[in-house]
């Protein structure tokens, strides 16, 4: 799988994208990530990525030139199978475990960080696929959606967690499913013990007891 991430910080993403099970998964081929500066595909010297708005107010707004260069650049567009453009925004649908499921079948990921007062719409009605928020909140950018973004599908691509069955039955799995509760050794610390049923060896009982442990 190929992840492009189109942004304004490309240093943003330095150290973010190499670490843990994201950078396992890169060296391992799993995925490609592609980190672009958008103005690098500005018109002018001054390498310009955003403009005031018509009309008036408060602000900055990104421009569609860069955005679009970028895109052709990359040979991408609106529309193509087994690939999804997509837009970090406000006021997208909120982001959640079933959509990253169905981005983690895709060959290409596209994601453009948004950022000060907005993108220009004709960036969402021609370019892109999906806006998508990561939640009922304002972020200064985009980069740390695209993370969020980024980590929640990688880790569903199969062999990238090392063991397929690490995703199944987890929190979010299902809608409204959250995972059990979880314990180590030691068996009892500070006199705080774990529930005698995960010591029984009765995979029946702990598996009953995992159910009605997982918050619905």
Same mark, same amino acid.
């Given at each position: 799988m190929t992840i492009n991430i189109l942004t304004l910080f490309p240093n943003y993403f330095d150290s973010t994208l190499k670490e843990s099970i994201l950078g396992r998964a890169q060296e391992s081929n799993k995925i490609s990530i592609n980190v672009i500066n958008i103005r690098d595909y500005s018109t002018d010297k001054h390498q310009t990525a955003d403009d005031r708005p018509f009309g008036g107010g408060p602000g900055m707004v990104m421009k569609i030139e860069p955005i679009f260069n970028a895109l052709q650049e990359l040979g991408i567009k609106k529309g193509q199978v087994n690939s999804k453009i997509i837009l970090t925004s406000a006021k997208g649908p909120a982001f959640n475990q079933q959509i990253a499921t169905g981005y983690a079948q895709l060959d290409n990921l596209t994601i453009i960080c948004g950022h000060y007062e907005g993108v220009d719409e004709r960036v969402v009605e021609h370019l892109i696929d999906e806006e998508i928020r990561v939640g009922d909140y304002v972020l200064t950018g985009g980069e !740390?959606?695209?993370?969020?973004?980024? #980590?929640a599908v990688t880790r569903l691509i199969p062999g990238v967690l090392?063991? #397929?069955? @690490?995703?199944? #039955? *987890?929190?979010? @799995? $299902? !809608?409204? +499913?959250? &995972?059990? =509760? +979880?314990? &180590? $050794?030691? *068996?009892?610390?500070?006199?705080? @013990?774990? =529930?005698?049923?995960?010591?029984?060896g009765d995979h029946q009982k702990i598996n009953t007891w995992r159910e009605e442990h997982s918050t619905k």
């Amino acid at each position: 799988m190929t992840i492009n991430i189109l942004t304004l910080f490309p240093n943003y993403f330095d150290s973010t994208l190499k670490e843990s099970i994201l950078g396992r998964a890169q060296e391992s081929n799993k995925i490609s990530i592609n980190v672009i500066n958008i103005r690098d595909y500005s018109t002018d010297k001054h390498q310009t990525a955003d403009d005031r708005p018509f009309g008036g107010g408060p602000g900055m707004v990104m421009k569609i030139e860069p955005i679009f260069n970028a895109l052709q650049e990359l040979g991408i567009k609106k529309g193509q199978v087994n690939s999804k453009i997509i837009l970090t925004s406000a006021k997208g649908p909120a982001f959640n475990q079933q959509i990253a499921t169905g981005y983690a079948q895709l060959d290409n990921l596209t994601i453009i960080c948004g950022h000060y007062e907005g993108v220009d719409e004709r960036v969402v009605e021609h370019l892109i696929d999906e806006e998508i928020r990561v939640g009922d909140y304002v972020l200064t950018g985009g980069e !740390p959606a695209a993370n969020i973004i980024v #980590d929640a599908v990688t880790r569903l691509i199969p062999g990238v967690l090392g063991n #397929d069955q @690490s995703n199944k #039955d *987890e929190s979010h @799995s $299902r !809608p409204g +499913q959250f &995972t059990h =509760p +979880q314990y &180590t $050794r030691p *068996e009892v610390f500070n006199n705080w @013990s774990i =529930p005698k049923v995960l010591l029984s060896g009765d995979h029946q009982k702990i598996n009953t007891w995992r159910e009605e442990h997982s918050t619905k």
